[in-house]
């Protein structure tokens, strides 16, 4: 909604049609132009293929933003499963890999662009039952400074942010833990928590 309240078309790369088609409608209200692609982040070929809608739909592409992943149960890390361990980082790393380099040689033909992908605080505290999640978004940074250092030189800035705000997780943990808004923005410096449209969407 931030982007589209910019003028920007925005392409919704969602696996679940409910969701992705109702986004797009909203974006549509807001006078922008949306397309909703239906897209699976395990599979490389389903990232190539929004990509390719995005090009094909609105002419080009010059914003990517890497937010999606698969969860896996909040387990301890010595009851992660290899196929959990390989699920998130399929999930994360390797569909944000995939995305990056599929965008790419389309970002070069408009004399650049730029990345964004979503890092995590929980990888700074070590969080708790998020090992395979943890791990996952450390190699995000190891990729986005790569990316950043080697295609500067096609005018493509490539950056991570580590949003907190009130996505879904937050408002379903308020909803069975009464108290727990409160409690999450009395830990904040600005005593509340963040709003992902007019705290994140911005950056």
Known sequence: RAFAREGAAVIIAEVCEETGTQTAREIEELGARALFVRTDVMQKASIEAAIEAAVVKFGGLDILVNNAFVPTPNVRLEDKTDAMLEQTLTSTIKASW??????????????????????????DIGAWLHADYNTAKAGIIGLTRSAAAEWGRFNITVNAIAPTAMGATFHKLAAENPGFAERSAAMRPLGRSGDPETDIGPV
């Open 98 to 123: 995939w995305a990056m380099r599929a965008a790419l040689p389309h970002m070069r033909a408009r004399g650049g662009g730029k990345i964004v992908n979503f890092y995590s605080i929980d990888v």
